[in-house]
């Protein structure tokens, strides 16, 4: 059946457009492998980037999680009585300003108002 068709279009002269159907569809699907190949590339690529920003967040982490001086506190550092070379100062209390409006206990107000 297949020597057929070829034969017809052997003899219709469409051997030529056959060969040229069939290069453009190869060279269809070389564009679409390229693209794919390109495509897988670029991940490949992306994912290194990741790879290597992860791997100095990490470097970072590791160098800043060492500090120089870690302080330590122990109990004899508390013991020792603490000597002031002053007595401490003792402030007055808040003034208000509720004294100066004081009222007699009589209950006159003797304040001249007009």
């Known amino acids: 059946m297949e020597n057929s068709k ?4 052997c003899i219709d002269g469409g051997g030529d457009d056959n060969e040229e159907e069939e290069r453009k569809v190869e060279e269809f699907f070389a564009l679409i492998r390229s693209f ?3 495509r ?3 991940r490949d690529e992306l994912r290194e980037m990741e790879e290597m920003k992860k791997e100095k967040k990490k470097m970072k982490m590791s160098v800043e999680e060492k500090p120089s001086w870690i302080p330590a506190f122990r109990r004899e550092d508390f013991m020792q009585e603490i000597k002031f070379p002053t007595p401490p100062m003792i402030f007055p209390g808040p003034c208000n300003g509720k004294d100066k409006k ?5 209950g006159l107000d003797l304040n001249l108002s007009l």
Not at 6 to 9: D, F, I, Q, V, Y
């Open 6 to 9: 070829t034969e017809k279009s």
């Open 36 to 38: 794919r190949e390109a």
């Open 40 to 42: 897988n590339r670029r």
């Open 102 to 106: 004081k009222q007699p206990e009589d």
